[in-house]
């Protein structure tokens, strides 16, 4: 029965019961992103100095929707701000999650942060401070989701499948992604800014309610679960024993050179990233001269193709594994450097040739989606990879220090320097991510490391 598993996922894979978790967390994950980069498809419309003067953005100033006089920096400052809480969360969050139930905390985060959406437009009329306020506490409660969620996986997913159904939950992120863009640049245009956190915090609050009824925290309380998958996944699981203990090995954390080179390669990795998810509107609507309509369709088109290459890199990532063509850590390590979760070498190459190429729509576009492309086939390497040495939350530490400064960054430098800021951003972020990609290549492992193995026999 196992043969049967690793060789034909497809067809067995989908009708199990951890294959319909993997596409309930897809929708978690399609909700929170919505929220997410709601505020970067809304900003262009919210800015005075960010729309531009042409017929078919005269909708917009009949529209009674308000816009604000925000300078780059303090627009740097909001679309950051959603990291700004959330880089010390992940932590705590990772055990009471132990304690707790991940399904809990996926759940209460998702509606906390889908009522937040809601009167982001109110609060946005007290203020920018405001604002700011509204969107720490929300980024807190939208990284409960993303971590506790790998939580889940540490008891769903066997070793041989993990890729593969991370990647399918994860690109969840990417569709959202690409529908906000994809509609509201035509909220923006038609009804004005405020609906799409209005539609998008209304469809979370709904969906919220049934997550809870939907997800167990393990196989061996789901009702449903068949006798023959439920032995599967602990069979699988038997082979890695995680430590039950909830303190936290601090000294040997600190020494492990492989967790470090996770670490450091998220921080790189996620900080071109950070960037695009941020500015890409912005991008798209003042230096391609693109109205507000066209720019979220544009927007929308690389996140398109990074979901579907997300889910074809965790297949091609299992079936490496499972037929034993080559080593964990080995397929972790050529998806990083392929890919890079979010862009070194190819991406790199292609984010810091964009500035020279902006004359041209198309090329323009081709380098955006191939950015998108490239960079979706590392969620099988280093974003896995935290799951393989040590199940524990730390991955999105990294990820939100980077979040809460590049977009910061990239607001100063566009003050400064209007004509050569994005230049600047872009050799940043290609230097920046070039050296956590060796960092990686060189200390990364894929093997369970001591402190975090079981340090008594559990018998399952």
């Known amino acids: 029965?196992?043969?049967?598993?690793?060789?034909?996922?497809?067809?067995?894979?989908?009708?199990?019961?951890?294959?319909?978790?993997?596409?309930?967390?897809?929708?978690c994950n399609f909700l929170i992103y919505t929220q997410k980069m709601s505020m970067s498809i809304a900003i262009p419309a919210m800015v005075n100095n960010t729309v531009l003067s042409s017929p078919a953005n005269e909708v917009i100033s009949l529209l009674s929707a308000p816009m604000?006089?925000?300078?780059?920096?303090?627009?740097?400052?909001?679309?950051?701000?959603?990291?700004?809480?959330?880089?010390?969360?992940?932590?705590?969050?990772?055990?009471?999650?132990?304690?707790?139930?991940?399904?809990?905390?996926?759940?209460?985060?998702?509606?906390?942060?889908?009522?937040?959406?809601?009167?982001?437009?109110?609060?946005?009329?007290?203020?920018a401070t405001f604002l700011i306020v509204l969107q720490i506490v929300q980024g807190i409660f939208q990284v409960i989701v993303n971590t506790s969620q790998y939580s889940i996986w540490v008891k769903w997913a066997p070793p041989q499948e993990r890729s593969q159904l991370i990647s399918i939950a994860m690109s969840g992120s990417v569709l959202g992604s690409f529908i906000i863009l994809l509609v509201g640049g035509f909220l923006c245009q038609t009804v004005g800014w405020p609906y799409i956190f209005y539609i998008f915090g209304g469809i979370g609050?709904?969906?919220?309610f049934l997550w809870f009824p939907l997800v167990y925290d393990d196989p061996a309380n789901h009702p449903f679960?068949?006798?023959?998958?439920?032995?599967?996944?602990?069979?699988?699981?038997?082979?890695?024993?995680?430590?039950?203990?909830?303190?936290?090995?601090?000294?040997?954390?600190?020494?492990?050179?492989?967790?470090?080179?996770?670490?450091?390669?998220?921080f790189s990795e996620f900080w071109l990233f950070n960037i695009f998810v941020a500015y890409i509107?912005?991008?798209?609507?003042?230096?391609?001269?693109?109205?507000?309509?066209d720019s979220g369709i544009l927007s929308a088109?690389?996140?398109?193709?990074?979901?579907?290459?997300?889910?074809?890199?965790?297949?091609?990532?299992?079936?490496?594994?499972?037929r034993k063509i080559l080593r964990l850590v080995t397929i972790r390590k050529l998806f990083t450097a392929m890919g890079k979760d979010r862009g070194v070498i190819f991406p790199s190459v292609l984010c810091v040739s964009l500035p020279w190429v902006s004359s041209s729509h198309i090329t323009t576009m081709a380098f955006l989606v191939l950015f998108t492309a490239f960079s979706s086939l590392s969620e099988a390497g280093s974003?896995?990879?935290?799951?393989?040495?040590?199940?524990?939350?730390?991955?999105?530490?990294?990820?939100?220090?980077?979040?809460?400064?590049?977009?910061?960054?990239?607001?100063?430098?566009?003050?400064?320097?209007?004509?050569?800021?994005?230049?600047?951003?872009?050799?940043?972020?290609?230097?920046?991510?070039?050296?956590?990609?060796?960092?990686?290549?060189?200390?990364?492992?894929?093997e369970v490391q001591e402190w975090a193995k079981e340090q008594t026999i559990t018998h399952l």
């Open 68 to 127: 604000y006089d925000w300078s780059p920096e303090i627009q740097g400052i909001i679309l950051s701000s959603l990291n700004y809480g959330s880089f010390l969360a992940p932590i705590p969050i990772g055990y009471v999650a132990g304690i707790f139930g991940a399904k809990y905390l996926v759940g209460v985060g998702l509606f906390i942060s889908s009522v937040l959406t809601l009167f982001i437009p109110l609060v946005t009329d007290a203020g």
């Open 301 to 322: 088109l690389p996140f398109l193709v990074g979901s579907i290459c997300m889910i074809l890199g965790g297949l091609l990532a299992d079936f490496l594994l499972s």
């Open 383 to 446: 974003f896995v990879n935290i799951l393989d040495i040590a199940p524990r939350g730390l991955l999105q530490v990294s990820y939100h220090i980077s979040g809460a400064i590049s977009p910061t960054v990239t607001g100063i430098f566009l003050s400064q320097d209007s004509e050569f800021g994005w230049r600047n951003i872009f050799l940043l972020s290609a230097a920046i991510n070039t050296s956590g990609l060796v960092f990686y290549l060189i200390f990364g492992q894929a």
């Open 1 to 27: 029965s196992f043969n049967f598993y690793f060789l034909c996922p497809l067809v067995s894979g989908f009708c199990s019961v951890r294959h319909g978790l993997a596409f309930t967390l897809y929708i």
């Open 205 to 208: 609050c709904a969906c919220s």
């Open 281 to 293: 509107p912005t991008y798209i609507n003042s230096v391609l001269q693109v109205n507000l309509r």
């Open 225 to 266: 679960i068949s006798t023959g998958e439920r032995e599967y996944i602990v069979c699988s699981l038997a082979q890695q024993d995680y430590s039950s203990d909830l303190s936290l090995p601090i000294k040997a954390m600190i020494k492990s050179l492989p967790l470090w080179s996770i670490l450091v390669s998220y």
